[in-house]
């Protein structure tokens, strides 16, 4: 597939559904590739880059923006409360704020670093037990006792149960949005983001259709 076939997908998307081209922003999601791809990608000109893990995000980010400069990268993975101090430092966006112990911490050090990346609250759409996110019945509070915080919330995120139709999930999270006064939609990845921009989505998280099939490491 690859980053120039994805871009055209997402501007044909984007026409479709009436929307400006380069409303929607393509996150490409970099976790568990060779830096090679990565690297190429970069090469491309692309500047916009997900990533799951702290650790691996933080040997891999400061050399290349030195490398290739200024680049937004964005954490997409659940976020430990004790890693939240290196996140703040190295992402420029969080789209997994999900429990009030993580919005705690994350409030703390903004105020003491005086500045903090953009926050994307995740919501459980599917209300699936094993998954993280904000159920909606609770998000309304949630988002009051992040805003009380004074955390700079730019969105939502949700991730729809693999099994069913994403449309709804994706339909739900916007109407949420909506009603909380939120701009920021974080959904859709490589097998539903053209429906995921006919929702509405500001933000999509593409990896294998643009990198290739990631190589986990043995455990």
Known sequence: MGLADIKERIRTAEA???????????????KVQPIARVEAVLAEGHRVFGENYVQEAAGKWPGLRGQFGAVQVHMIGPLQTNKAKIAVE?????????????????????????????????????QEPQKAGVLPADLAGFLADCRAMDLPLAGLMCIPPEADDPVPHFA?????AADHGLSGLSMGMSGDFEAAIAQGATHIRVGSAIFGARAYPAV
């Not at 003491?112 to 926050?119: D, H, S, T, V, W």
């Not at 739900?172 to 949420?176: E, T």
């Open 16 to 30: 479709a559904a009436g929307r400006a081209a380069g409303s929607a922003s393509l996150i490409a999601v970099s």
């Open 90 to 126: 190295l992402f420029d966006a969080i789209h997994t704020v999900d429990r009030p112990s993580l919005a705690q911490k994350l409030a703390g050090l903004a105020q003491a670093r005086g500045l903090c990346p953009q926050l994307f609250v995740q919501v459980n759409t599917g």
């Open 172 to 176: 739900m999270l916007a109407r949420m």
